[in-house]
């Protein structure tokens, strides 16, 4: 198929967001032909493709047409496999959008008894679907996650076992793991002394695991849409990618690099701030004084050897208030309420750690009519897209603070070093997670007091907000199933 042919095929099958007839980059053309034509545009022919584009670019799109138009020409079976369920769902809501697009794949798409077309159309929420190719002969999607949904004490990917499709494709292939890949790839092993078997592995390189592996195989025929490939076919602009060099994960997402070796261990997460950014951090010469709006942090210990400990942080720098052990949470308040006095602290920019035996310190202020900010880092964050939860994104405001220069002042100096064992890595969802305490605690690293303090000051004031619009939100799904409207699966991705 000729790539003027692939063009003008997509604009008379399928539609883009604004109804109006897709219209296919020439990467993209790149990647769907790989699909439907299951090898290589090269002389190598490879049965094995590996595609990183960058965010936004529409691969998932792009891949759900190219899987949809071979399902209903061909009779094969085609596994969707992604890190997540909501992931493996992005593209069968794809699929299931352009299935309805045209008389083509309609005409041949096979409606399940006691179904009907107006709600699949609608919900989009299947994992699987067949179609009729002639001849009594059937194609077939569907979709699998790489998540157990079975006890913690199974492996992770048992959910793939006993499945087997001659195509695999492997959606956000950095997030799932090597030892799911393996139970995935599994899948096509009994096809391949016909030669029929087909994999391809799609995402952004988050980890260092099999995805890298399948990049450096030279089995694998490669596609690489960077930001700068991207741009010259229109998906982004320049001014955009400047705004998003702030952002997390730029070098992954845009980029489209792996990280280095010595940035990510062998679980996967990666150094938050490093020793020489800290250091640099704490060269501090002469007095220096605070800027600005300033903000108190507090975590509340939780027993054994932790610390309950107090930040105060301006504009321009932080210093290590104090550090305790008492347990009395009502002279814990007390102190935060000298604190606030002493240092002209508003109430509103007081931010303690609530979960747990936090909320005994909040209330008794509170009592006295200060205001203070209740804080449970582990609700949704404000970019929720973003970041898996509240602290994840102020720990990420907080080495953007540090990297334009904020500084670190006082007494426990040392203190500041628990910031170089604070460490993150992608959720499943491709959104930035910190590691949590117990995790470190299992790897032998002490309660981050003084780090959890400090962070805790880059909540963002409307954070208590999101609560509130969780709440809304899930009431609103409650009345939409009371009415039996059933639930619209989101369409996105990275």
Known sequence: METATTLELVKQLYRDDYGNPFQLTPAQVEIFDCIFYKQAPDESKSRRIHIETHTQFGKSDTVSMAVLTRA?????????????????????????????????????????????????????????????????????????????????TEDVGNALMGFGAPNLVEDEAALISDESDAKAMRMVGGFTPFETDFVVKIGNPFTRGHFLDSFEDPAYHKIVVDWKRGSKEGRLTKEFIEEMRKKPYFRILYECKFPLADDIDSRGWTQLISEDEVELAMDVAGDIKHIGEKRIGQDVARGGANFTAWVLRSMNFAEVLAKSKQTNLTEQAAQTGYFMTENKVKPVNTFIDEVGVGGGVVDPLKKQRKEVRGVNVGQRAVEYSRFANARAEAYWRLREWIKRGGKLCGCHTEDWYQLTKIKYKPDSKGRL???SKDDMRAQGIDSPDVADALMLTFVRSEHSETERYSLMRKEKRERRKNRKQGLAVRMGGY
Not at 89 to 117: C, P, Q, W
Request: net charge positive; with cysteine; proline share 4%.
């Open 433 to 435: 997670r910190i590691m």
């Open 72 to 152: 209903c020409t061909y009779p094969e079976k085609w596994a969707i496999v992604a890190p997540s369920q909501p992931k493996a769902k992005i593209i069968m809501g794809y699929v299931i959008k352009h299935l309805f697009e045209n008389e083509y794949t309609l005409s041949r798409f096979k409606i399940a008894d006691g179904e009907n077309t107006e709600r699949v159309r609608r919900e989009r929420s299947k994992s699987r679907l067949t179609f009729n190719v002639g001849n009594n002969q059937i194609g077939e999607i569907f979709i699998l996650s790489a998540e157990s949904r079975l006890k913690r």
